[in-house]
Nanobody, 122 residues
Framework: QVQLVESGGGLVQAGGSLRLSCAASGRTFSTYAWFRQTPGKEREFVATINRYSTGTYYADSVKGRFTISRDNAKSTVNLQMSSLQPEDTAVYYC?????????????????WGQGTQVTVSS
């Protein structure tokens, strides 16, 4: 049973930073991504990274503030978030697939974590 387990969420003041991590149980996927969701809204794409870390892509709303990275030896993917704003408040989800590419749509991912809450206070 494949599991993705996120950690690192919490409460931070505007302008602060947080680092999210996602551990995949015992295997490495070709492509990882982070999505986020707030109540009443659709889950939205945040960032993605390919197997060789040569391809990263970000939503415009986080470009320049968030950095996605991965450690294939540890089967983990991270999201370093800086200059956080209240509008970044959401549940953040890690997603993974064996498909290689720049994948930004929910249906392109086969495995999902349970989510971790990020709250940014003003």
């Amino acid at each position: 049973q494949v599991q993705l387990v996120e950690s690192g969420g919490g409460l931070v003041q505007a302008g602060g930073s947080l680092r999210l991590s996602c551990a995949a149980s015992g295997r490495t996927f070709s492509t990882y991504a982070w999505f986020r969701q707030t109540p009443g809204k659709e889950r939205e794409f945040v960032a993605t990274i390919n197997r060789y870390s040569t391809g990263t892509y970000y939503a415009d709303s986080v470009k320049g503030r968030f950095t996605i990275s991965r450690d294939n030896a540890k089967s983990t993917v991270n999201l370093q978030m800086s200059s956080l704003q209240p509008e970044d408040t959401a549940v953040y989800y890690c997603a993974a697939t064996d498909t290689l590419g720049v994948l930004t749509r929910i249906r392109e991912y086969d495995y999902w974590g349970q989510g971790t809450q990020v709250t940014v206070s003003s």
